[in-house]
């Protein structure tokens, strides 16, 4: 009787999870604002899970709360990340987020790309304050958008910038697949291969290094790694309104910009509710 309170419990938990989860990211399409509601969706199912895990009391209860979140439909994260199945290690469930496993030094290069994340975001609000919309472009498109940390390799490699554009947009286009397809490999090398007819040997360099000390989305489950990917597509979007804007900017273009950049901090607040890397 008791543990299959528990199961409920967790069952009821892992699916509010999931269905705030879900509902984050379905808010993020449609431009409204539900984060808010998910995340108190997502953090009562949770509660109310842990209350009964308290409850149950037995000194197993984390162990068997990871293994009741697999049967309750958390199997699916804990199943995998987009790139490489099998090495996502996710489950423990603690206030109300999922803590996932990510090796060094993988996770403090991972945390050093947020802070830069909050770095560009204000930069950005700031130039958009000016009404810098040029820069707002910039920052968007270049620092937080997809290939982000592709654009300044190719140029190293003198990449002509028609090029890096080209290769952008195919990445970008490949983001949208994969964020539709709810995960998969970004494949980035093939289409640095067929933009360029080539791989250079810069890109390789850094993609062995990249893949020492970065290339997190491997380390995330899928819904975690779609996350990150739509707030990637989010930026190239702010980017997108920002560079359409004329000389004079309206109150209307002002409203467009900060609609967009709150795409963007909708992306940063679903992921901070639902997912952790640090114990
Ligand atoms: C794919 C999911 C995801 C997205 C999208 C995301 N973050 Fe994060 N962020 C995390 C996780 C996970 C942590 C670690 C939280 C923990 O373990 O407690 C984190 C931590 C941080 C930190 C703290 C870093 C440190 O050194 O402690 C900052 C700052 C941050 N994020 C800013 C942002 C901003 C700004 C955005 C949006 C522009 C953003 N993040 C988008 C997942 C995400």
Known sequence: MRKSNLMMGVALAASMAL?????????SHGGGKPADAATQMMEKGM???????????????GKMAAEMMKKAGMGQMAKGPADTAGKAATGTVEDGRVFVEMPEPQRSNFLAIMR???????DIINAAAEGNFKEVARIAGQDMGPAHELIGVLREAKVPEEKIAEVVQRIRQ??????QAGGGKMMMGRIVQEVLGEVPPAFRKWKQEH???GGFGRFMPPEMHVMGLQMHLNAAKLADVATAIGEKPT???????????GEITTQCRGCHASWKVMR
């Open 116 to 122: 830069g994340f909050m770095e560009q975001l204000d």
């Open 211 to 213: 893949m020492k000390t």
């Open 47 to 61: 509660q109310q899970g842990m209350q009964m895990m308290k409850e149950m009391a037995g000194g197993d209860a």
């Open 174 to 179: 490949r983001m949208e697949e994969v964020v």
């Open 251 to 261: 109150a209307e273009d002002y409203g467009k910009v900060l609609s967009a950049i």
């Open 19 to 27: 269905a705030g989860a879900g509902a984050v990211l379905a808010g």
